[in-house]
């Protein structure tokens, strides 16, 4: 790999993914996606894309083994939480909130649960795949409860009796009236976001950085 080329790590596919790809367009980078490989070089830019799974994103970006990566701030916070907690490093910044991947992380329960705000769950066995966040809130709240670590399929866990209670993204909520759940209370909300690593940039890969920026920028404005 040329170290002298902006690398940056996008998810490779997923709710994200072309919107991404759509953004890089907009900026002008040329880019040969038509092998989904792990590596795609831009045509035109000193710019070399990392097509990873969103949740090694912020820890690509993190430990410096790419210079900018687009993720949810979902996974980005989780990520950051598991690394403290492990004294791992997490240096990194946000160079810009951007316009898509928005969606929210709630607590929702089955329909017929009486709800009555999170104390409801004290020591309820609830779902997620966000230990972290659901953690930090359910302690801003001093609610105690039990984690079930699901990565997958989180809607499904009260039915099958293997939680009370989930915590879970949520866009339309199409997922949570499908599975008989409502939503209870919204914990995080977030957006995808560009973020770099926290070691400075060699100059020219500053450059691109800095010529990206304001088409990214431009690009938003427009959309608005
Ligand atoms: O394979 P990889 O690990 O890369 O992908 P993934 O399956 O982990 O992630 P993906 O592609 O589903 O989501 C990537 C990112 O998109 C998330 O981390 C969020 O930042 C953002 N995002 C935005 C969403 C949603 N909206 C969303 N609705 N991520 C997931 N969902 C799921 C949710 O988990 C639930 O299953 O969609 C369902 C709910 O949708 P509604 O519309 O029915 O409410
Ligand atoms: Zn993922």
């Known amino acids: 790999m040329d170290k002298t080329r902006l690398r940056i790590a996008i998810q490779k596919s997923g709710r994200l993914s072309k919107e991404c790809q759509q953004?890089?367009?907009g900026c002008g980078v040329k880019?040969?996606?038509?092998?989904?490989?792990?590596?795609?070089?831009a045509e035109n830019m000193p710019i070399d894309l990392l097509?990873?799974?969103?949740?090694?994103?912020?820890?690509?970006?993190?430990?410096?083994?790419?210079?900018l990566g687009v993720v949810g701030e979902n996974v980005l916070e989780e990520t950051l939480m598991d690394r403290q907690a492990q004294g791992e490093a997490a240096d990194y910044s946000v160079l810009k909130r951007l316009d898509f991947g928005g969606c929210r992380l709630s607590l929702a329960v089955a329909d017929d649960f009486d709800y009555q705000g999170p104390q409801s769950?004290?020591?309820?066995?609830?779902?997620t795949s966000y230990p972290w966040l659901l953690k930090r809130f359910m302690d801003e709240q001093g609610v105690k409860f039990k984690s079930v670590m699901l990565n997958g399929s989180v809607e499904v866990a009260p039915r099958a009796g293997v939680a009370d209670a989930i915590c879970?993204?949520?866009?339309?909520?199409?997922?949570?009236?499908?599975?008989?759940l409502?939503?209870?209370?919204?914990?995080?909300?977030?957006?995808a976001v560009l973020i770099q690593s926290g070691?400075?940039?060699p100059a020219g890969k500053q450059q691109i950085v800095d010529k990206l920026l304001p088409r990214i920028q431009g690009l938003q404005q427009a959309r608005e």
């Open 23 to 25: 953004l890089l367009k």
């Open 31 to 41: 880019l040969n996606l038509r092998e989904q490989r792990l590596i795609a070089h």
């Open 51 to 67: 097509l990873v799974r969103d949740d090694d994103i912020p820890g690509l970006v993190m430990d410096g083994v790419v210079d």
């Open 121 to 127: 769950l004290e020591g309820k066995r609830i779902a």
């Open 168 to 180: 879970d993204l949520v866009s339309t909520g199409a997922t949570l009236e499908a599975n008989g």
């Open 182 to 191: 409502v939503e209870a209370d919204v914990i995080f909300r977030s957006k």
């Open 199 to 201: 070691n400075a940039l």
